[in-house]
């Protein structure tokens, strides 16, 4: 960095001005990027200098300054406290008024650890919901699907998890955004996924006479014709699904449930129904809507609500039938949720907290031996001044979001808890630079909604990561992802982590070992590191004991049965390895050319549960997750 000035501006401000891959190369951030993140994070230091930021404690610490002061927990009792705080403080996000001060601030009184999973070694899939189609779904896997696939993952083969693609809110209208991780919100569900299988229930047990069932079922076939389309057709079954919801939705009057619900999610439900209004009606992102539109306080919000009440309704409605729908499929097994890392600049959860996020920035990852020429993934990421000024609140909702109805939750991209990698918008991968988060705070955050929903964490913490924040993630009982293809010795996985053969943005493994995926990575042009693929082949074969002439079932079955022998808590496998699938749901940094996130299953759900192929890839993973079959062992062999 040419300017000492700047770098030590920087280096106040927590921006890197360079950093190390994960080559071990020292590589400088662009000053211009540098200059263009410290001009953003001063103007929102100077924007909110009023506002006091939270204070993160344990319960018991000494205070951070001298004298007395009054804190409210979140329950409303009122403490008086001196130069220290009460060990049996509650944990949670209470306020602190001290001495001298114009207003309160949070507390957030938080456990060192979150929740940890059961003593046992357990197993499940891991799920991309769209493509499990059945027989009953309208063109794309749903809640439905999801709940069928749970009770028999559980009842028969003895899973006891499910994770599952990322479920949140995409906006409304066509075209109807594909992937899981560009949410509009990540705080609300996406009404693509709700089972249309039990169509009367959703009017109430009052309205369900007046329910028009004849066009329902001529909807119903026409959607259950996309199941035999080559790829998800999200287009048609919005189309079908809206208009099947509308029919419902005439017929419904109330129930106390919904009821119940409205109260309890209160103005977020509010906001994101009225957003979703908003959006239908102009047909635009958001940031083209007048200013008296633009953010849930506008002028304009009061009166579009009152001429809009029964549309605002619909969608806080359609959002009940997603929270049921879930949490009837989290009975069956505990699910996985996942957590992508940012949002779609253009969708409700910019639009409420805009003044959180860096919307003229994408996160993404510099380039590394995988992705040589780096990632931009167009998401909008925190802003960090902007959180503390907002006292955390988009964070809260978001994990808490996350974790509802769900035994687990995994967190994409981990290391964005410490730090995130910011490109200018518009701008190539190159051009980024890291910029530092508050990790404690939002460790913290982690841990109490955890804790509250009794439910564990795994951060995904592949790529650019450095050793010390597996360390931190580690002593906050944050479970480690670990990947066989990048796991040179499975044995030395840890016991706190989730393993699996491979993910949704890397070769199946039938698509590695038969070559199939290489290939297809060089017809679109991706530069892909022959010698990477080449290592990853051969630790399959290792792991699977395994020769060239060996077939890919028998490689997938060898290397999960190897796999679930770790000595890591909790063994996934995809549906795509258990099937032989040679094509990947997704292909990082393609938009054309590539189907991501659109491909379903060979076989529907009836078909893959009859399954021998899927049966004995669960047979040796169960086996291998049992008590005494340790590494070594030829446990599921």
């Not at 991968?429 to 909604?449: F, K, Q």
């Not at 943005?505 to 070992?513: I, M, Q, R």
């Amino acid at each position: 960095m040419a300017d000492s000035r700047v770098e030590q501006r920087a280096q106040q401000l927590g921006v890197q001005t360079g950093f190390w891959t994960n080559q071990g190369r020292w590589k400088d951030a662009p000053e211009s990027t540098v200059r263009q993140v410290i001009e953003l994070l001063e103007d929102n230091q100077e924007r909110n200098r009023s506002n006091y930021a939270p204070i993160a404690v344990r319960p018991g610490d000494v205070l951070p300054f001298e004298g007395s002061a009054e804190v409210e927990t979140e329950g409303g009792e009122k403490l008086v406290v001196e130069s220290y705080l009460p060990p049996d403080l509650p944990f949670g996000y209470h306020t602190i008024s001290i001495p001298g001060e114009a207003g309160p601030r949070m507390l957030i009184a938080a456990p060192v650890h979150c929740q940890l999973p059961g003593d046992a070694k357990v197993w499940g899939w891991a799920t991309q919901l769209y493509s499990v189609r059945s027989e009953t779904s309208w063109g794309m896997g749903d809640l439905g699907d999801l709940e069928k696939l749970a009770e028999w993952s559980a009842g028969r083969l003895g899973a006891r998890v499910m994770m599952v693609n990322p479920l949140g809110a995409v906006n409304p209208g066509h075209p109807v955004e594909a992937s899981p991780y560009f949410p509009s919100s990540r705080c609300f569900r996406n009404p693509l996924y709700i089972s249309l299988e039990a169509l009367p229930d959703a009017a109430g047990a009052e309205g369900a006479a007046r329910v028009d069932r004849s066009r329902l079922e001529q909807l119903g076939a026409q959607a259950r014709e996309l199941n035999s389309s080559r790829l998800i057709d999200r287009e048609g079954v919005a189309d079908l699904k809206n208009q099947a919801l509308e029919i419902l939705w005439e017929s419904f009057d109330s129930e106390p449930d919904f009821e119940q619900f409205l109260r309890k999610q209160g103005k977020p439900l509010d906001d994101f129904a009225t957003y979703s209004a908003i959006a239908e009606a102009r047909k635009r992102p958001w940031t083209e809507w007048p200013e008296s539109l633009r953010h849930p306080g506008a002028q304009g919000i009061t009166e579009f609500r009152r001429s809009h009440g029964d549309r605002i309704r619909f969608h806080q409605w359609t959002q009940w039938l997603l929270d049921r729908q879930l949490a009837r499929a989290g009975t069956r097994i505990p699910l996985i949720n996942d957590l992508p890392v940012g949002v779609n600049p253009a969708g409700f959860d910019c639009w409420a907290w805009s003044e959180a996020f860096a919307t003229g920035f994408s996160a993404g990852a510099p380039p590394d031996e995988f992705n040589v020429q780096g990632q931009n993934w167009g998401i909008a990421p925190f802003d960090p001044a902007g959180l503390k000024a907002r006292s955390y609140e988009p964070f809260i909702r978001t994990i808490g979001a996350g974790l509802a109805h769900a035994g687990g939750l995994r967190i994409d991209h981990v290391m964005g808890v410490f730090r995130l990698f910011w490109v200018p918008r518009g701008a190539d991968p190159s051009e980024g630079t890291y910029v530092s988060y508050p990790a404690r705070e939002l460790l913290d955050i982690i841990a109490i909604e955890s804790r509250r929903y009794a439910a564990f964490v795994v951060g995904e913490d592949l790529g650019t990561v450095e050793q010390w924040m597996r360390e931190q993630l580690a002593a906050r009982s944050i479970l480690s992802y670990r990947v066989l293809l990048f796991e040179p010795n499975i044995e030395a996985i840890p016991r706190l982590s989730l393993a699996a053969v491979t993910t949704h943005d890397l070769p199946t493994v039938a698509g590695l070992w038969t070559g199939a995926d290489l290939e297809a990575q060089r017809k679109l042009e991706r530069e892909p590191s022959e010698e990477s693929v080449s290592r990853m082949r051969q630790m399959v074969a290792s792991a699977a004991h395994a020769s060239d002439r060996s077939g890919h079932r028998e490689v997938a079955l060898g290397v999960h049965s190897a796999l679930a022998r770790c000595p890591a808590s909790i063994v996934t496998a995809t549906l795509e390895d258990a099937l032989g699938v040679e094509e990947r749901p997704n292909m990082p940094g393609t938009v054309d050319g590539w189907p991501n996130w659109s491909r379903p299953l060979p076989v529907g759900l009836e078909e893959l549960m009859r399954s021998e192929d899927v049966s004995r890839l669960a047979e040796a993973v169960g086996q291998g997750r049992l008590p005494g079959a340790a590494p070594g062992s030829e446990a599921g062999r």
